[in-house]
Nanobody, 126 residues
Framework: QVQLVESGGGLVQAGGSLRLSCTASGRTFSNYAMAWFRQAPGKERDFVAVVGMSGVLKRYADSVKGRFTISRDSGQNMVYLQMNNLQPEDTAVYYC???????????????????WGKGTLVTVSL
């Protein structure tokens, strides 16, 4: 049925860039905010970025502000995360999620989101 599938993770050197993609299927997500969360080794899942239904309103975690850009293509039912100037502390499994803006904005860990992907691993080396 409904699926969110992430892709684009991999191994990069510090200072490099990656673009993550999340492909949604099974329903339209035009009425959902879309978000990225990440879980680093030994840590809880943390909020990274969120984009509203229209693709205009965006918010970012302080740790990625100015380096990461979230965007969405409603026609393709996809959401993206452009990650620039990656650092070792960005190493994590990255998950896309869909829910209301309110639920995403009030959740620090992302637990309880209506829809989740399985994640894609990003590893940043020195």
């Amino acid at each position: 049925q409904v699926q969110l599938v992430e892709s684009g993770g991999g191994l990069v050197q510090a200072g490099g860039s990656l673009r993550l993609s999340c492909t949604a299927s099974g329903r339209t997500f035009s009425n959902y905010a879309m978000a990225w969360f990440r879980q680093a080794p030994g840590k809880e899942r943390d909020f990274v970025a969120v984009v509203g239904m229209s693709g205009v309103l965006k918010r970012y975690a302080d740790s990625v502000k100015g380096r990461f850009t979230i965007s969405r293509d409603s026609g393709q039912n996809m959401v993206y995360l452009q990650m620039n100037n990656l650092q070792p502390e960005d190493t994590a499994v990255y998950y896309c999620a869909a829910d209301s803006w309110k639920n995403i904005a009030t959740s620090s860990t992302g637990y309880g989101m209506e829809y989740w992907g399985k994640g894609t691993l990003v590893t940043v080396s020195l």
